[in-house]
T-cell receptor, first 115, second 114 residues
Framework: GAVVSQHPSWVICKSGTSVKIECRSL??????MFWYRQFPKQSLMLMAT?????????EQGVEKDKFLINHASLTLSTLTVTSAHPEDSSFYIC???????????FGPGTRLTVL | AQKITQTQPGMFVQEKEAVTLDCTYD???????LFWYKQPSSGEMIFLIY??????QNATEGRYSLNFQKARKSANLVISASQLGDSAMYFC???????????FGQGTELSVKP
């Protein structure tokens, strides 16, 4: 149990385009999902917290207009990188917090490359 | 402010031996959770073990155990009988405030030698 999927696993796009990444909890409900960003050889940096049915809360320094988050259901959250630029190239990982626990289960990540 | 520190950027261990990965934390919250995750080269974050701040006993999960010393604010991960497949990055994490947010340490890269 506790499987989280992410789609796509990798994406290459041109500068100026938008990219949508989906995060799904496959066998449990998650009222809260989190989006992280990770640069090579570095730790995970929390970008935003996504709560089902309400607006996402963003960490300091994260542009909410650039990284649009939607948590449409108890099993799906999406991150849209709008007008992507090469500096947005990174590894994006989502996690889902199991209801009534503190444990977060992570998706396999999405590697974004912006040309 | 809450903080997680992993002071070992890289560690080597011989196959079948035990290894301890260090993690210290700082928080003023009386209630918190501590986690260890494994990240192989594929990038996925694999949950290994959890310790609650009020748990009396150290957590264990198979070959993984968490040496929780609350007074010293340390939560070291012990891997017994290392296997080649244990080679990966290991991250210590702690809940930050309410809402389940996690903060992560810098990570330790473990290499298991045959």
């Amino acid at each position: 149990g506790a499987v989280v999927s992410q789609h796509p696993s990798w994406v290459i796009c041109k500068s100026g385009t938008s990219v949508k990444i989906e995060c799904r909890s496959l066998d449990f409900q998650a009222t809260t999902m989190f989006w992280y960003r990770q640069f090579p050889k570095q730790s995970l940096m929390l970008m935003a917290t996504s709560n089902e049915g309400s607006k996402a809360t963003y960490e300091q320094g994260v542009e909410k207009d650039k990284f649009l988050i939607n948590h449409a259901s108890l099993t799906l959250s999406t991150l849209t990188v709008t007008s992507a630029h090469p500096e947005d190239s990174s590894f994006y990982i989502c996690s889902a917090r199991r209801v009534l626990t503190d444990t977060q289960y992570f998706g396999p990540g999405t590697r974004l490359t912006v040309l | 402010a809450q903080k997680i520190t992993q002071t070992q950027p890289g560690m080597f261990v011989q196959e079948k031996e035990a290894v301890t990965l260090d993690c210290t934390y700082d928080t003023s919250d009386p209630s918190y959770g501590l986690f260890w995750y494994k990240q192989p080269s594929s990038g996925e974050m694999i949950f290994l073990i959890y310790q609650g701040s009020y748990d009396q006993q150290n957590a264990t999960e198979g070959r993984y155990s968490l040496n929780f010393q609350k007074a010293r604010k340390s939560a070291n991960l012990v891997i017994s009988a290392s296997q080649l497949g244990d080679s990966a990055m290991y991250f210590c994490a702690m809940t930050r405030g309410q809402g389940g947010k996690l903060i992560f340490g810098q990570g330790t890269e473990l290499s298991v030698k045959p």
